[in-house]
Nanobody
């Protein structure tokens, strides 16, 4: 399984970006998909998780109300819309998919938020 992530870039604080992740097979074959991020010198952290069986997303408090996970079945793509971005959101963002006990990662896309 391969996950192709894209959509990162540079934005000023308060701005928005949308990340995309296109898996090499139907995302309906996965149990869970999510987005993680890793800032320099910090551990990778979860920013959005989507249970494909229940159709429900969850977010940590640090991004709740600002980030939104969505899917497009026709394009076999999942998204992370990020609003009201802050400099603390600067990180490499990774798409993740879980299937039958295995975890798959995309290549990461850089998001830089300037103050």
């Amino acid at each position: 399984v391969q996950l192709q992530a894209s959509g990162g870039g540079w934005v000023q604080a308060g701005g928005s970006l949308r990340l995309s992740c296109a898996p090499s097979e139907s995302f309906f074959s996965f149990n869970v998909m999510g987005w993680y991020r890793q800032a320099p010198g910090k551990q990778r952290e979860l920013v959005a998780v989507f249970d494909l069986n229940e159709g429900r997303a969850d977010y940590p408090d640090s991004v709740k109300g600002r980030f939104a996970f969505s899917t497009d079945g026709a394009k076999n793509t999942v998204y992370l819309k990020m609003n009201s971005l802050k400099p603390d959101d600067t990180a490499v963002y990774y798409c993740n998919a879980q299937q039958r006990g295995k975890s798959y990662w995309g290549q990461g896309t850089q998001v830089t938020v300037s103050s």
